[in-house]
């Protein structure tokens, strides 16, 4: 991969190396000499013949050796013409120390664009510049001006913060943590974390991947990334700038954008991400995550020799959304028999302080044995009577094979320390405070959650939907010709409506007479409202009227109203009178949008009306959405109890606001142009919803602007445009369109019509058992780096009977392919039309290089290759096969 010679270099040259001891060039070459590095080291400096007594350059460019790695520490006016001459050797990737870009106004941001545009023309990796560099201690690698050399591990840590690497890493020594890669990545012109994370994915040596992030670039392609990873290496973020005043700072310091917290809480949700509050909680949650198997569920039984510790066990567990289990009678009747009588009886199992060695181990393996807790917690106080280390032993030698969560919490100093040291050899993470142990215990249960959102198989949508695009896009297209970026409330409630969201018939009266015809032909009551693209806060100007009741009240409305606004000194556009059956149901609900500057347009979901702000009962999501994923934003409210119906009250029904919110989501996904879309009030009873207001502002920076679609999305859609008809040599018709997550038991279906041969040519062997894993791999894909076309009877069936599946490299300019067709329908031309119909995907996608591999023996695969130009080279038993698209 393109960063591999920048963090596995065998020769490193240092620009602005230096002899002079207060300098960060002085700090580099001590570093890089003083470690048992075993790779060649090339100071450079301009002035001087040699530097810490080895021969020094002028030029990266006068050194006889291919440089795998340039360090730059000059001045930032200098650093551009380095990265060119970093080019111009060919080098494979070079780390700027120097600061003075970004954060130095507009004169630094014109060098870090110069450097920006260096980078992508010699196509060379570049790192920071404003960054303290990186260590990989397995190769004694101190490429940094830290002062210390990281422990050997398998962490790849990464921090936009230069400062907090140093204080991590003092801090990691003293802890003994060990890392794989410790990289500071300073403001990242170029490198940035979907590169690393990319990288840290594929890298057998790394176990999990730790961020402390200020500000996010290419978010697109960080979800991207995240997504691709995070189901097998856990990914662990401290997000910082939560606050205003946090943002401002993280703004000033690392010249980015903060943006939105709850946003971002949405994004990590989706791309099975575990966010954190704290440094230390971000390698606890990693010790976590390493050590044990991640729990099913947030039901934790608490062991204790002490009351106190049980109960701060419990508040910290309750008050962060987990569960503390109750205990079966089963288990209290086992407990009972060895126990002594004055043990708690129940959760906390407080086994008293003479508690010893053997009765924790016990207590802890009846525990495990409970069907109704997924994880126990084990807390030891030191006391006269308690050996901890022989505690320690003895719940190390617990044989777990329930698949449950061990963690363990040894209170105290010097006297407990040995029997940390102990549980952690036995891999069970121990904690200094319960406290430190709850955290770490809803970390990883919220990795688990975030886990089932990305693999969750949603269930299929349960009406037809086939918006009106077109229509829409004339009414957009309209506003912005007619200058505006505002709608009135009747051409947003008529777009919402051509996507299937419910709204009432409604009317708009020019004059007082045709407010009472309207009105009475709508029937009374009726709410009348001023109609204005420059109003949008129409209770602030007084232009609402409620339960208008006959004609003449109509006409006196229409008169107050318009008075109103002419009086409220905004000289708006007045366009008449709105006027809609008032309608009355239980809940007020708000459904809204508002296009976040990093992630793009954000849903909001909770609960509306006029005390929006003062309840903030709201929860945040991406689109696109699905049932399920709409199902999960509802149950995100405090409302959701009463919507799905409390004391006695019935519920409303639920899946037709999970399909509103599906639709609503497309609706943001086809039209780039919404900045903000409110739907508030939403109201709703057991009877249905309807639209009771509706505001619509669009997006000025992107109106009568060509945009690729969904490209203003971090996370690709269901990519439609890829669909296609093909009727095989047997007649029988298909559709071949893209997989979707509820395709699974489809996938399953096929995957058992694969004989053992079939299997052997798609996977180089038996294909073994079709786990949820599996199926999840195969099914549930993000569309930015992997598209798998399905072919599927076009009969009422809709059997799969055949996949072609493109996997683009992380970088996104080679894809490999490869197809699967079933045995039944072999030898009726589909594979003939998957390749050339792939090859057409990959062109669409800016792929410069498509290739395959496969068994030399599959004669019918080579003769389809050989018809559509590909590139064949046979080796022993496997060929490989490749071109342009």
């Known amino acids: 991969m393109q960063l591999d010679r920048l963090f596995n270099p065998k020769t490193i040259a240092v620009v602005g190396a230096s002899d002079r001891q207060e300098s960060v060039g002085h700090a580099l070459m001590e570093n890089l000499l003083e470690n048992d590095y075993r790779g060649v080291v090339y100071p450079v400096n301009v002035k001087h013949e040699s530097v810490h007594s080895v021969r020094a350059y002028k030029s990266v460019k006068d050194i006889d050796d291919k440089i795998d790695l340039v360090i730059i520490a000059t001045p930032a006016a200098t650093v551009p013409g380095i990265v060119r001459e970093c080019g111009e050797i060919k080098a494979g990737g070079a780390v700027i120390i120097s600061a003075g870009f970004s954060e130095a106004g507009e004169d630094g941001q014109a060098l870090g664009a110069e450097i920006t545009r260096l980078a992508r023309e010699y196509r060379i990796k570049v790192m920071g510049p404003n960054c303290l560099g990186f260590i990989r201690p397995k190769l004694k690698l101190n490429a940094s001006f830290a002062a210390d050399m990281a422990l050997p591990g398998k962490i790849a840590f990464i921090s936009q ?33 979907h590169d690393l994370i990319d990288y840290f994915g594929y890298d057998k040596e790394v176990e999990s991947i730790l961020i402390y992030m200020e500000s996010l670039k290419e978010a697109r392609k960080f979800m991207s990334a995240a997504r691709a990873f995070s189901r097998t290496k856990p990914i662990i973020v401290l997000k910082v700038g939560r606050t205003g005043e946090g943002a401002r700072a993280a703004k000033s310091h690392t010249g980015g954008l903060a943006g939105n917290d709850a946003v971002f809480d949405a994004a990590f949700e989706r791309a099975g991400i575990v966010r954190v509050d704290t440094t230390v909680s971000l390698f ?27 109960v701060i066990a419990t508040d910290a567990l309750v008050y962060s959304g987990g569960a503390l289990a109750k205990l079966q009678k089963g288990t209290v ?50 006391q006269a009577m308690t050996d901890p280390s022989a505690v320690a032993r003895a719940i190390a030698a617990v044989k777990n094979d329930t698949g449950k969560t061990i963690l363990a919490s040894w209170m105290g100093g010097h006297n407990v320390e040995e029997g940390r040291r102990i549980l952690e050899r036995g891999n069970i993470p121990v904690y200094r405070q319960p406290e430190d142990a709850i955290r770490s215990f809803m970390s990883i249960c919220d990795y688990a959650k975030n886990l089932g959102i990305l693999y969750e198989t949603p269930a299929t949508i349960p009406h037809a939907f086939k918006p009106k695009t077109k229509s829409v896009r004339k009414l957009v297209e309209a506003v912005i010709a007619a200058g505006r970026d505002t709608l009135t409330e009747a051409e947003a409630k008529e777009m919402l409506a051509h996507y299937g969201i419910p709204v009432v018939g409604n009317a708009i009266a020019a004059s007082a007479t045709e407010a009472a015809e309207c009105a009475s032909a709508l029937g009374y009551p009726v709410a009348m409202k001023i109609l204005s693209p420059d109003i949008i806060h129409k209770t602030d100007v007084g232009g609402v009227r409620l339960n208008v009741n006959s004609p003449a009240e109509a006409s006196a409305a229409f008169a107050d109203i318009m008075a109103a606004a002419k009086k409220s000194g905004k000289n708006a556009d007045l366009r008449g009178v709105f006027i809609e059956p008032m309608i009355k149901k239980r809940y007020e609900l708000l459904i809204g949008c508002k296009k976040d500057p990093i992630f793009g347009p954000a849903i909001v979901f909770g609960m509306g009306g006029l005390a929006v702000e003062v309840f903030r009962d709201t929860k945040v999501g991406l689109p696109p959405l699905n049932m399920s ?24 029904d639920i899946a037709s606001i999970q399909f509103l919110l599906y639709k609503f989501a497309y609706l943001l996904a086809d039209f780039p142009e919404i900045a903000e879309l409110d739907i508030n009030p939403f109201a709703v009873d057991e009877h249905g919803g309807v639209v009771l207001d509706a505001k619509v502002i669009l997006d000025k920076a992107v109106a009568d602007k060509k945009i690729k ?35 699974a038991p489809a996938w399953i279906e096929l995957v058992k019509t694969l004989s053992a041969e079939t299997q052997r040519h798609r996977f180089f062997g038996p294909l073994g058992d079709i786990t949820p894993a599996l199926v999840q791999r195969y099914t549930q894909i993000d569309y930015d780096r992997e598209i798998a076309m399905i072919a599927e009877t076009a009969d009422r069936k809709k059997n799969m009977i055949g996949v072609v599946r493109l996997m683009a490299s992380p970088e996104g300019e080679t894809a490999e392919f490869a197809t699967a067709i079933g045995d039944p329908w072999q030898g009726f031309g589909l594979g003939s039309k998957f390749v050339p119909y792939i090859v057409t995907v990959a062109k669409s996608r800016d792929i410069k290089k498509l290739w395959c591999k496969f068994l030399a023996d599959n004669k019918i695969m080579i003769h389809i290759l050989e018809k559509n130009d590909f590139n064949i080279k046979l080796k022993g038993k496997m060929g490989t096969a490749e071109r342009k698209p």
Not at 301 to 306: P, R
């Open 333 to 382: 009747a086992k407990l009972d028999k060895f126990l002594p009588a004055a043990w708690s009886h129940g959760n906390p199992v407080d086994i008293l302080g003479d508690a010893d060695a053997a009765k924790y181990k016990k207590t802890l393996e009846i525990a495990l044995s409970d069907a109704g807790l997924d994880a126990v917690l084990v807390i030891l106080t030191p």
């Open 284 to 310: 606890h949650t990693a010790k976590a995550l390493a050590m044990q198997p991640r729990p099913r569920g947030n039901r934790l039984a608490v062991i204790t020799n002490a009351g106190g510790p049980g």
């Open 161 to 193: 913060s230069g400062a907090l690497c140093t204080a991590i890493l003092d801090w990691s020594i003293k802890n003994n943590v060990g890392f794989s890669h410790f990289v500071s990545v300073g403001e990242m012109l170029d490198i940035g974390f």
């Open 629 to 652: 994923l709409s199902r999960r934003l509802i149950e995100g409210t405090k409302i959701y109890k009463l919507l799905k119906g409390y004391r006695g009250m019935p519920g409303v």
């Open 709 to 743: 679609p969904y490209s203003h999305l971090v996370i690709s859609p269901y990519p439609k445009e890829y669909m296609a008809d093909f009727t095989m040599k047997n007649g029988l018709k298909t559709h071949i369109r893209p997989i979707r997550p509820e395709d």
